[in-house]
């Protein structure tokens, strides 16, 4: 599966899962003459959070009262990364964050303690740390963000509490802890967390118990899974990838797919959803869809469906809709193939979908289009009892079902 640096914004901050977080070897780290121990004008601290680091120390003492370290662009040089200079960082006990790429390639790193009191350690925060050989995550932590130890190469102890119950896609994607555990399991889960699946082939059941597929999580030869009651959420690209995978079955206490979930999954035929769903997202990635899907089934429980999810889909791609639900207005206003299941669970058949007219377009050019012939413009007329060929932008007409 390909890696990827993801940028989320103020909630999904940074998602490195397939475009390649980078090798450290792609950008060249902070040569700084070392200093000792640095001193409390180094630092830039605006509102409790450490912005800058702008000394040149071997050993970098961070002053108390910071709350929160980084928090700055992803990827943006704060001097604690991009660094090999800096050996050991000691963080005091009022930091509560460790924010986004906080001390990205720092190479030369290979001393840190992460305070009781850090909550959240953001993505990306020490990827390429190659010297880090061992990490302990506190008891107070419970969020770990996408690649945050990810290309650690020496990085070989890991110790997580049982309250760190969200893992990011990749989080140790490259480092022999991880290494270790597929070495040892096909299916490598943390906390009830699925964090990795990459040597699974075939058919595969994921365990009851597991509440979340992290982010870029299955292997790409994986044919069919079967998800267990059990699972709440898809995380962000967890199946991208997979381009042999066919059937994927998950069951109804399913909350949340992530964008990208089904990328690129070129095999994919069926896939059953969850009826606790109540949003569906770009879950098959813009101009990366599932060619090979003919028909999903869409919960009456879904409220909300992004208007680019059936874009890249095969043409003749249908959605099973329920009357009258959300999915049967999206079908309609989107111009989506679509079947209406009835109250009786049977699928009635549709006989028209609208469209709504743009600049430049007439009958001819809409029945053109839609029904494949400009002369059958005739029926769109009789089905919409207009008086006569004039129609004007943004009206909405229905088209007959071909």
Same mark, same amino acid.
């Given at each position: 599966m390909n890696n990827k640096v993801l940028l989320s914004g103020l909630i999904t901050i940074l998602i490195i899962s397939l475009m390649g977080f980078g090798s450290p070897k792609d950008v060249k780290a902070k040569d700084v003459k070392a200093e000792g121990t640095s001193k409390?004008?180094?630092f830039v601290i605006e509102d409790g959070v450490l912005k800058k680091y702008k000394g040149s120390a071997t050993e970098v003492i961070i002053p108390d009262g910071v709350i929160e370290i980084g928090g700055g662009e992803a990827l943006a040089n704060n001097g604690l990364n991009y660094n090999n200079t800096i050996t050991k960082v000691v963080i005091p006990d009022s930091v509560?964050?460790?924010?986004?790429?906080?001390?990205?390639?720092?190479?030369?790193?290979?001393?840190?303690?992460?305070?009781?009191? *850090? &909550?959240?350690?953001?993505?990306?925060?020490?990827?390429?740390?190659? /010297?880090? @050989?061992?990490?302990?995550i506190p008891e107070s932590t419970t969020t770990i963000g996408s690649h945050a130890f990810s290309f650690c190469s020496n990085l070989s102890k890991i110790y997580i509490p049982e309250s760190t119950t969200t893992i990011g896609g990749?989080?140790?994607?490259?480092?022999?802890?991880?290494?270790?555990?597929?070495?040892?399991?096909?299916?490598?889960?943390?906390?009830?967390?699925l964090i990795s699946a990459r040597n699974?082939?075939?058919? *595969? &059941?994921?365990?009851?118990?597991?509440?979340?597929?992290?982010?870029? /999580?299955? @292997?790409?030869?994986?044919?069919?899974?079967t998800l267990p009651e059990s699972l709440i959420e898809i995380g962000e690209y967890a199946f991208s990838g997979c381009g042999k995978l066919e059937e994927v079955y998950m069951k109804d206490n399913v909350e949340i797919i992530g964008d990208g979930a089904f990328e690129r999954?070129?095999?994919?035929?069926?896939?059953?959803?969850?009826?606790?769903?109540?949003?569906?997202?770009?879950?098959?990635?813009y101009a990366n869809g599932c060619k090979n899907l003919k028909e999903l089934e869409i919960p009456a429980s879904v409220k909300k469906i992004h208007e680019n999810t059936f874009i890249s889909c095969a043409k003749s791609f249908t959605i099973l809709v329920h009357e009258n639900s959300?999915?049967?207005?999206?079908?309609?206003?989107?111009?989506?193939?679509?079947?209406?299941?009835?109250?009786?669970?049977?699928?009635?058949?549709?006989?028209?979908?609208?469209?709504?007219v743009k600049k430049g377009d007439s009958l001819w050019k809409i029945s053109n289009k839609y029904l494949g012939e400009g002369n059958r413009f005739k029926e769109i007329i009789k089905l919409n009892n207009l008086k006569n060929t004039t129609i004007h932008v943004g009206q909405k007409l229905k088209i007959p079902v071909k």
């Amino acid at each position: 599966m390909n890696n990827k640096v993801l940028l989320s914004g103020l909630i999904t901050i940074l998602i490195i899962s397939l475009m390649g977080f980078g090798s450290p070897k792609d950008v060249k780290a902070k040569d700084v003459k070392a200093e000792g121990t640095s001193k409390s004008s180094d630092f830039v601290i605006e509102d409790g959070v450490l912005k800058k680091y702008k000394g040149s120390a071997t050993e970098v003492i961070i002053p108390d009262g910071v709350i929160e370290i980084g928090g700055g662009e992803a990827l943006a040089n704060n001097g604690l990364n991009y660094n090999n200079t800096i050996t050991k960082v000691v963080i005091p006990d009022s930091v509560t964050k460790i924010g986004m790429c906080a001390f990205y390639m720092s190479s030369g790193l290979s001393e840190i303690n992460i305070p009781e009191n *850090v &909550t959240t350690i953001g993505s990306g925060a020490f990827s390429n740390c190659d /010297s880090l @050989s061992e990490i302990r995550i506190p008891e107070s932590t419970t969020t770990i963000g996408s690649h945050a130890f990810s290309f650690c190469s020496n990085l070989s102890k890991i110790y997580i509490p049982e309250s760190t119950t969200t893992i990011g896609g990749d989080a140790f994607l490259g480092t022999p802890w991880l290494k270790a555990k597929e070495a040892e399991s096909d299916l490598v889960i943390v906390n009830n967390v699925l964090i990795s699946a990459r040597n699974a082939r075939g058919e *595969v &059941t994921v365990p009851e118990g597991v509440t979340k597929l992290a982010g870029s /999580s299955m @292997s790409s030869a994986i044919t069919k899974v079967t998800l267990p009651e059990s699972l709440i959420e898809i995380g962000e690209y967890a199946f991208s990838g997979c381009g042999k995978l066919e059937e994927v079955y998950m069951k109804d206490n399913v909350e949340i797919i992530g964008d990208g979930a089904f990328e690129r999954c070129k095999s994919l035929e069926v896939l059953r959803l969850s009826n606790k769903l109540t949003e569906i997202g770009d879950i098959f990635s813009y101009a990366n869809g599932c060619k090979n899907l003919k028909e999903l089934e869409i919960p009456a429980s879904v409220k909300k469906i992004h208007e680019n999810t059936f874009i890249s889909c095969a043409k003749s791609f249908t959605i099973l809709v329920h009357e009258n639900s959300a999915a049967h207005k999206y079908a309609k206003e989107n111009n989506v193939r679509y079947k209406v299941i009835g109250a009786d669970g049977k699928i009635q058949t549709p006989t028209y979908t609208l469209v709504t007219v743009k600049k430049g377009d007439s009958l001819w050019k809409i029945s053109n289009k839609y029904l494949g012939e400009g002369n059958r413009f005739k029926e769109i007329i009789k089905l919409n009892n207009l008086k006569n060929t004039t129609i004007h932008v943004g009206q909405k007409l229905k088209i007959p079902v071909k």
